[in-house]
C-alpha cells in the first residue's frame, strides 16, 4: 500500500527536534511548503521538499493543499479504559463538592472501580474502542494507557487484557501501564501498606511475567499513597524489570517531583504544584515531565503547571489528555493545545512538539514516532487548516481530516 | 417531507420553561424516555412519549435509541463575518502582549477591519460557510450575527448582506445586528464623537430603511465607546427602531449592564464585571444577560461573568459562543456548556435552557425556537451520547450526529 501526500500547505516534518530529553529545542517545527510525504505500507519513505522526489506509481495520491500534514499525536498519559461514566458526580462537583470530597465518600475512582469490577472483558473493550475513536477523530494516532480501575489482581488483569487487545484490533501503537496502586480498595479501606503488601506480592510478578505493561505507575497524592508508600512500590516495580512512570504533586505538593527524579521515573505526570526545586531535581534526573492540563481545566482549577519554568529549564515537556472519566473527561489533543496555549502561554509550536516528538521519546518510541522522516512509522495526520497553529487557536472543533496510522487510514471524515 | 425520531434515549423537550425573561426555570429539561419527535415539512407536529403517536405514513424514521434529542443551539452573539485571521496575534498573546495592547498598536479590531475592507463579499460569504459549517456540526441550527468588522457605509452593507446571503443559503435563522459602534475606524483615531456622527446620520438611515439588520449593538468599553457616547448611538438606534443589544463590562468595569438597563435593551452582553448593582439593573429592567465564557477563556483570564448570582436573581441567562477571529475563536456550543458548567457552575441543565430557550427568546424567537413543541420549528439534534450531561462533560469531541434545520438535514456525521 502506497500513499502520496501532495502540496502539504504546511507540512510539519519536526526535523529539527533533535534533543527529545534534556535541551529539546520546542520551537521548530521545520515547516516545509508545498511538501510531499511519501508512505509505503507502514513507513514513511520520504518527508519534505516536492522537488527531486518522484511519486511512486501505484500510490494513492492524497492532495492536502492548504492544510496541515503533521506526525500523528501522541498521547502519553490515559485512563481510557474502564467501566461507567461519572456524569453524575460531575453535576455534584458543579454544586460545590469537590473531587477529595467525593472521592472519600467512595465515589470518584472507587466509584470506576466498582463499575470496571463489574465490567466483562468485551464491555470495556466495547466502551474504550468508542473513546479511542473520539481521540484518532482528534489526530492521535498512538498513546499510553494505565490500567488502574481494577485494584484486584483479576480486575487488573482484565484491563490490561483490554489494552492488548485494543493495540491488536486497532493497529495504534499502544503502550500499557500498570497502575495497580492508584489507590487503596474498599476492602482495604485505610490500610495502604496492606494493599501495597500485596500488590508487590500477587500482582507485580504476574502483570511483569506475561508482559501485560512496560511501566508502572503510583498515584502519589494525599489519600492515595504518600512519598513513602510510592517509593517502596515504584522500587519494587523496578525490580521486577518494569519502567517507571508517576502521578505526582497534582493536588497537592509532597515532594512528588524530587521523588520521580530520585527513582529514576521516565516521567514525572502532573506537576501542577511543582516548585523549582521539584522542576530542578527533574532536571538533573532527565525526567521528562508530562503535564495534563485537561485535568487542571475540568476540576475547575486555574492554577496549571509552569510549563514556561520547565521550558526555560532545559526539559523536554511533554502534553497529554489524561483521559479519564473523573479529572479529565479529555480525549481531544487538539483541546490540550488549546489549554496550553491560552491557559501555560506555551507557543503553538512547542505545544505541537510536546504533543508529538517529546511524547514520542517519553515512551521509548522516539526512532519511530514524533516526527515525519523517511524510515519512521507512518503515522501522518491532515488537518483541515492552514496554519498549525490554528490547531491551539480553535476551540471546540474536530480538525483532522484524514487521519493515518503504520500506513493505514483509521479515519476519514466525510460529513455529509 | 416527513421525519418521524422514535425511541429517542433522552427527549429533551424543554416543555416545561415557560417563563423565559424573568423567573425563568433553567433546571427543567422535561425529559421524556424513549420519545418521539415527529417533523412535517418545516414544523413540529409532535414530540413526547411513544404512546399514542402514530408514526404519518411516508416519514423517513431515524432511530435514536440511546442518544439525546434535542431543540438545536440558538447562538445568540456571534461575529461570523470577516476577513483574515488573527493566529499570529494569538501567538503575540502568548508571548505576554494583552487584548488591549494589540488593539492600541493598531492590531486587534483594527487589523480584522482591514481584512474586511479589502475582501470582497464573495471572499467573505465564502470563509463565513466555513465556520458556519463548523457551528452546525457543533448542532447550532440558528444564530446571530454582528457586523462591525467595516466601519464604513460600504464596508458595514457589505457584512450586512453577506449575513444575510447565509440567511438565504443555509435555510437556518439567522439574526442580523448592526454593530457600526465596534470600534472607532483607523481614520477618525481618537475622534468617537466624530466617527458616531458619521454612524448616527450616514450609517443607521441606511441599514435601518433597507432592514439589513434588526438589532443595534455597541462595543462599551475602554478604547471603544464610553457609557455617554454608547447612549448617545444606542438612542440613536431606537429612533431609527432598531432593538438594542450592548456589549458591556467585559474588559472594565463602566456602570455598561445599568446602561443597558436605562435604555431597555433586550440583552446586556459580556458582562464579566458587573457587579451585584448591575444585576439588580438587569432584573429590573428585564435585560436578559448574554454570557460568553469563550471570551474569557480564549484569552486567558479567569474572571467570568458571575452566572450563579444572575439566576439566583431571576435572570433568564443566555449562553453564547461570541465567535470571532481575535477574543473567541470558539464555534462550539458544547465547548461553551463546558465552560458554564466547569468554570461557571451552572448545571448542564441550566446551561442547556441558556443555550436554547433563553436564547430563543432574547431574538424574539420564543414562539418559534428553543424547545421541542408540536407547531415549532423543526430544528432538532441528535446527539451521539446517551445522557445530556455529557455534552457539557466530555471536551473537544463534536457530539451532533445528525442536525435538522427547518425540517431539513443539515449535518449528518458518516465517518469512515
Known amino acids: 500500500m502506497k500513499i502520496a501526500i501532495v502540496h502539504c500547505g504546511e507540512l510539519l516534518t519536526l526535523r529539527g527536534a533533535r534533543r527529545p530529553r534534556i535541551g529539546a529545542e520546542l520551537r521548530d517545527l521545520a515547516i516545509v511548503r508545498d511538501g510531499v510525504v511519501v508512505l509505503e505500507d507502514e513507513r514513511i519513505t520520504y518527508a519534505g521538499a516536492a522537488d527531486g522526489i518522484k511519486i511512486p506509481g501505484g500510490a494513492d495520491v492524497i492532495d492536502a493543499r492548504g492544510r496541515v500534514v503533521m506526525p500523528g499525536f501522541v498521547d502519553a ?35 470506576t472501580v466498582a463499575a470496571t469490577r463489574a465490567a466483562t472483558e468485551d464491555d470495556l473493550l466495547r466502551s474504550a474502542r468508542g473513546r479511542l475513536q473520539w481521540m484518532i477523530r482528534g ?5 499510553e494507557i494505565k490500567s488502574g480501575y481494577g485494584l484486584s489482581l483479576d480486575a487488573e488483569l482484565k484491563i490490561l487484557h483490554v489494552i492488548r487487545a485494543l493495540r491488536q484490533e486497532s493497529g495504534l501503537r499502544v503502550a500499557a501501564t500498570f497502575l495497580g496502586a492508584h489507590t487503596v480498595p474498599p476492602e482495604l479501606k ?26 508502572a505507575d503510583v498515584f502519589c497524592e494525599r489519600g492515595a499513597f504518600d512519598p513513602a508508600q510510592s517509593r517502596r512500590y515504584l522500587s519494587a516495580a523496578h525490580e521486577h524489570g518494569f519502567k517507571l512512570r508517576a502521578h505526582v504533586d497534582q493536588l497537592s505538593r509532597s515532594g512528588g517531583a524530587e521523588l520521580a ?24 534526573a532527565n525526567v521528562q515531565p508530562v503535564l495534563l492540563p485537561g485535568s487542571v481545566y475540568a476540576l475547575g482549577k486555574s492554577k496549571y503547571a509552569d510549563a514556561r519554568a520547565m521550558i526555560d529549564a532545559g526539559l523536554a ?23 496550553a496555549a491560552t491557559q501555560m502561554r506555551m507557543t503553538p509550536a512547542e505545544a505541537i512538539t510536546a504533543a508529538t516528538f517529546n511524547a514520542a521519546h517519553s515512551l521509548g518510541w522516539g526512532a ?35 487521519v493515518i496510522a503504520g500506513g493505514r487510514i483509521v479515519h476519514q471524515r466525510t460529513d455529509e
Open 139 to 143: 489526530g492521535t494516532t498512538s498513546l
Open 261 to 284: 527524579a530520585e527513582l529514576g521515573c521516565v516521567t514525572a505526570d502532573h506537576l501542577e504544584q511543582s516548585d523549582a526545586a521539584g522542576i530542578a531535581a527533574l532536571r538533573t
Open 317 to 339: 515537556v511533554v502534553l497529554a489528555t489524561d483521559f479519564n472519566p473523573g479529572s479529565s473527561p479529555v480525549p481531544s489533543m487538539p483541546f490540550v493545545l488549546s489549554l
Open 368 to 402: 519511530e514516532l514524533g516526527s515525519l522522516e523517511a524510515s519512521k512509522r507512518a503515522d501522518v495526520v491532515i488537518h483541515d487548516c492552514h496554519d498549525h497553529r490554528e490547531l491551539a487557536y480553535y476551540v471546540g472543533v474536530e480538525p483532522a481530516a484524514v
Open 77 to 111: 498519559h490515559t485512563h481510557l479504559v474502564f467501566g461507567g461514566d461519572r456524569v453524575a458526580e460531575f453535576e455534584q462537583r458543579i454544586g460545590g463538592a469537590t473531587y477529595e470530597t467525593i472521592a472519600a465518600a467512595g465515589g470518584g475512582i472507587l466509584a
Open 190 to 215: 485505610g490500610q495502604p501498606e496492606a494493599y501495597l503488601d500485596h500488590v508487590i506480592a500477587e500482582m507485580l510478578p504476574v502483570v511483569g511475567r506475561e508482559h501485560l505493561a512496560e511501566y
